[in-house]
């Protein structure tokens, strides 16, 4: 058998794939001083995000999330919303967040959790 280039690259990244370390993942989950519209809590997110530098990408829960990279490292803000009972305003609030990153290095991941929560001041 002949093993062209193709084929020897392919093993190659699948072996590289199959040994490459599982990535950390860290999360917190707080709440704000007081509840917020859900776009709100996004627009506050995006800033949040925009000053770690963290670059947004899109979401396929945009109602409630905002998610965004910094080079290997996925960064999710998740808004948790308050249900409002029979006087449910037009646009639910959120009460607080769930911050979740993922990413090869445990001291980064942790670092870009600690610095959303501080940023949105997620207690």
């Known amino acids: 058998m002949k093993i062209t280039p193709w084929f020897a690259a392919s093993l190659f990244c699948l072996s590289a794939a199959a040994s490459a370390d599982a ?5 917190a989950t707080g709440f704000f001083d007081a509840s917020m519209p ?8 995006k800033k949040a995000f925009s000053a770690l530098g963290v670059t947004e990408k899109s979401s396929t829960n945009p109602r409630n999330e905002v998610v965004g990279f910094k080079g290997d490292y996925k960064v999710v803000l998740y808004c948790v919303s308050s249900e ?3 006087d449910e305003p037009a646009e639910p609030y959120a009460s607080g967040g769930t911050v979740i990153v993922a990413g090869p290095d445990y001291a980064k991941v942790k670092g870009l959790v600690d610095g959303v929560k501080a940023k949105l001041k997620l207690q």
């Open 23 to 27: 990535p950390f993942i860290e999360h």
């Open 38 to 45: 859900l776009g709100e809590c996004r627009a506050q997110g």
């Open 84 to 86: 409002g009972g029979c």
